[in-house]
């Protein structure tokens, strides 16, 4: 498919790292991009590393250094990646000062490489303002996807975090909301919404097998993909554990070490490539979301992976994220009995005229459509003359 958006240069400073998240928003789009403009995709910089006393201090640490060795390639079909060396102490001016010269002398010397000059920069992460003016950018796009002084994977205070905020849409020529709870909420005059799609053929074609490891595990199942974190409702899901012994939920993603339910129905089965997740997903009868419900972080979320349940035609449980009120066929609860309630009916009752409505609600809702429109955005930006940053 083309793009209104062609010959140009893009550098993504993004929140996810490309080797070992799930596609984000960012990834499925610059894919696309690449085959048409040259795009460096620069991995997360990072949010600052947890307190030690974190149970995931050395997992993170041990995750970044293997980033760190890849430091930079290209995908196949898609945009360079680069992992660029810093210091991750963002509290401190001092590190920031050093961060600020590590990170120009890799981001420049990547873009010489990929022969980039005065490129469109998307900035997905609050730490990157330190940069952003010494990179000959024609124009600055500041993509907020999630409530950033909320997250605890790092320790960096919420005023420095805040302060960063500030700069970026200060500068930006366009800040563009993945959230519908941010963007609403937002006071900044130059916002943009850019909903959240879904790779729709991917999650809507139903594999030809089941993969192993979830085939010998009782049916039903509720499964669940994605990071497996602080925003998970432990209590939750060992109370319904108890209650409903019969039914096997499965986690498929990293788990945090913070993260501790030890149940005979309860199975954790590690990170799964992107390509192989519908093999799972045939085997799963109800696809949940039980995420806290009493923190910040989680209710500014705009998942993508409820999209791509949707996409499945699988019955959805999860708890009230505000993105999602108003989704048809998906169940909602906000306590341990609506939550069983709620798997209850859709277990007994679903039908096909609903899996339907699911489907048909995320139907035209595909990245090949974002990226079309986001492509027009930015070109009308460049046309309009925005001043170079």
Known sequence: ?????????????????????????????????????????????????PSISNPDFFLKVRRKLKSYFRWFGKVPNGPYVLTPVSLPFYGSKLARRINRTLLLAQVRLAMLFCRIRRPVLWVCIPFAADVVDGLGAKLLLYHVSDKYEANED????????????????????????????????????????????????????????????????????????????????????EEVARLRPDWHWVFIGRKSNLVQISAANVHFLGPKPYSELPRYLRHIDICVLPWRQDHEFTNYGSAIKVREYLASGKPVVMSPLYEYLKSPG????????????????????????????????????????????????IVSLLRNGNPAI
């Open 1 to 49: 498919m083309e793009y209104s958006l062609k010959g140009e240069s893009i550098v993504c400073f993004a929140g996810e790292n490309w080797w070992y998240h799930h596609p984000h928003s960012k990834n499925h789009i610059l894919k696309r991009l690449s085959h048409q403009n040259r795009v460096l995709f620069v991995n997360s910089i990072g949010m600052g590393l």
């Open 154 to 237: 790092g320790a960096i205070a919420r005023t420095v975090i805040q302060d960063f905020d500030r700069k970026l849409k200060d500068k930006s020529a366009l800040v563009m909301y993945s959230g519908r709870k941010l963007y609403e909420e937002s006071e900044v005059m130059h916002r943009y919404f850019l909903e959240q799609a879904v790779d729709f053929d991917h999650f809507a074609t139903e594999a030809n097998e089941t993969a192993p490891d979830i085939a010998i595990i009782p049916r039903p199942i509720l499964g669940y993909f994605g990071w497996i974190d602080y925003i998970m409702d432990v209590p939750l899901i």
């Open 330 to 377: 998906i169940r909602t609860y906000r306590s341990a009995q609506e939550f069983i309630a709620a798997v209850e009916d859709a277990l007994s009752h679903d039908t096909p005229s609903q899996r339907d409505v699911r489907q048909n609600s995320v139907r035209n809702c595909t990245w090949d459509t974002r990226t079309q429109e986001l492509a027009g955005v």
